[in-house]
């Protein structure tokens, strides 16, 4: 395809959990196509959970196409493509780069009791890589593969993430970045290199690892036959952005320790700016390279937020044969209780614990429900115990970071103004949702602008993308101070309660007979 001399632009690639989208940015940061195709994992009821690589593959391809055709009829000449990912799933590919088995997913839970019998290592390789051992990571999941799929280990030239292999697709090349890297325990934070006796530990060949390069790298031209069947110029360079998690905090602006980003999708990331590696005595946060050169991002989890709305509307709320109701109408009934809804709690433990508990076995709780109890209720109790849940994790990035004076907030929970001003109340802080949502794609925008040299500074394209751009401010609410600090002590109780031994033994003593 032949591209009229125009604006430059940028393509990005943001590689999701659920699907494969492609956005396609001109020079000030203005999204003037997108195209998303729906590509998804297939769940196992033993705790698997896999996807074919080269469905990837295929909706990169289809998803740069429509970009090519939307950037010749714009008259914009695309300057890079710059990528992000979901991150910690593995692929293990022969030389040719032919996938040997299905991607292990970041969610897959077949190493789980791999990694508790290797629970003695915690402190090394927390002090090494900023992460517990956990069946998220990758290094647990290569281990696995070596002791449990012999026949595919011995043909395995390289272990791949998902934004690995889509790097590879594009390029030819084996590279990935640290910000990847930082999320398979095999990295030391302080080298920003593959640990030796990390390597050794989990029983990973280093020659079986990508190389490494700096989040925002060019990393390679685009191939002849990519080219071919996108309709793009071969040879444009392709950038590796960094992680999806790092990417929404660039693209929401966090450079400085005084912000922090609550990303609040299917589960929640309350995230810090440091400018050096930082580590929590009782192991509850993760350190990670930051997509910001030189910094580092602390990170809080909260496993289910957003899911947790869904299941309620779709789940509980749906007769058989009935229309769903929106998304905006329970918000709406949400919006007519009080804060605290009428004493209605909730833990969103419903895939165990994440900060600060981090306790797999907690499961989801509604309490204090009565027969008065209505569906507006346990919505309102829905967004205010993700909240809560929040600000623990907020409360432990302060500890390691500095004390944060904004929290700025995205993902599809925040199109609602009654859970950002929930937000804003319980966390006490303003709270900011930027007109642009797409904060994953806004970063790999910004790491692009600046690795092909639209933009002269990370914090300059952020501002130019902006520009213009109308934000939304939300101040706490004094009068619910009380209300939520009484929740959350209630909370904290609650789960206290029932995470003791005995009772815990009984609960699942009955489970069994």
């Not at 940028?10 to 396609?24: E, K, W």
């Not at 295929?58 to 196409?65: D, F, H, Q």
């Not at 990571?137 to 799929?149: C, E, G, Q, Y």
């Not at 914090?459 to 401010?473: K, L, N, P, R, Y």
Request: hydrophobic share 45%.
């Amino acid at each position: 395809m032949f591209f009229k001399v125009g604006m430059q632009a940028i393509i990005t690639v943001d590689i999701g959990t659920t699907s494969t989208r492609a956005i396609l940015y001109d020079a000030g940061g203005r999204v003037r196509h997108m195209d998303q195709r729906a590509n998804g994992p297939v769940y196992f009821e033993d705790g698997r959970v896999e996807q074919d690589a080269l469905s990837w593959q295929t909706a990169l391809i289809a998803v740069l196409k429509t970009c090519a055709v939307a950037a010749q009829a714009n008259q914009l000449k695309p300057a890079c493509i710059s990528v992000t990912a979901q991150r910690s799933s593995v692929i293990p590919v022969d030389r040719s780069g032919l996938p040997l088995h299905p991607a292990i997913m970041w969610q897959d839970h077949r190493s789980a009791s791999l990694a508790q019998a290797m629970e003695a290592h915690n402190p090394l390789v927390y002090s090494k890589s900023g992460l517990k051992i956990s069946p998220v990571f990758s290094a647990i999941k290569m281990t696995w593969l070596r002791r449990n799929r012999p026949d595919v280990w011995g043909q395995t030239h390289k272990m791949l993430g998902v934004q690995d292999w889509v790097l590879y697709c594009l390029t030819g090349r084996f590279v990935t970045d640290q910000s990847f890297g930082s999320r398979t325990n095999l990295l030391n934070l302080q080298t920003r290199n593959w640990d030796a006796d990390l390597l050794a530990l989990f029983e990973v060949d280093p020659d079986q690892l990508c190389d490494l390069v700096a989040p925002g790298s060019v990393v390679g031209g685009l191939t002849s036959d990519m080219a071919r069947v996108t309709g793009l110029g071969a040879g444009l360079p392709v950038v590796s952005a960094g992680g999806d998690q790092q990417c929404a905090a660039l693209g929401l602006g966090l450079f400085s320790p005084e912000r922090a980003v609550s990303n609040t999708g299917t589960g929640s990331y309350l995230i810090g700016h440091s400018k050096a590696p930082v580590f929590d005595a009782a192991m509850r946060l993760a350190c990670n390279v930051s997509a910001v050169p030189g910094a580092y991002i602390v990170e809080a989890a909260v496993l289910t937020s957003g899911a947790i709305y869904r299941w309620f509307r779709e789940s509980l709320l749906l007769a058989p044969g009935a229309q769903a109701l929106s998304f905006d109408a329970l918000n709406a009934e949400a919006s007519t209780v009080p804060a605290g809804a009428n004493g209605v709690l909730l833990l969103p433990h419903f895939k165990g614990s994440g900060a600060p508990y981090w306790d797999p076995e907690s499961r989801g709780t509604f309490f204090n429900l009565s027969l008065s109890t209505s569906r507006a209720d346990m919505a309102r109790a829905i967004l205010e115990g993700i909240a809560v849940e929040m600000k623990a994790s907020l409360e432990l990035v302060e500890t390691l970071c500095a004390k944060v004076k904004t929290v700025v907030v995205s993902g599809g929970m925040t199109r609602s103004d009654l859970f950002n001003q929930i937000q804003s109340d319980v966390f006490e802080r303003s709270v900011v949702r930027f007109a642009n949502n797409e904060a994953t794609s806004l970063g790999a925008w910004i790491a692009g602008a600046v690795a092909t040299g639209l933009e002269s500074t990370y914090e300059q394209a952020f501002a130019h993308a902006q520009m213009g751009d109308a934000s939304i401010s939300y101040q706490a609410n004094p009068a619910n101070h009380e209300v939520y600090e009484r929740q959350r002590r209630q909370s904290r109780a609650l789960y206290q309660a029932l995470a003791a031994p005995a009772l815990r033994e009984l609960i699942l003593n009955q489970d069994e007979t």
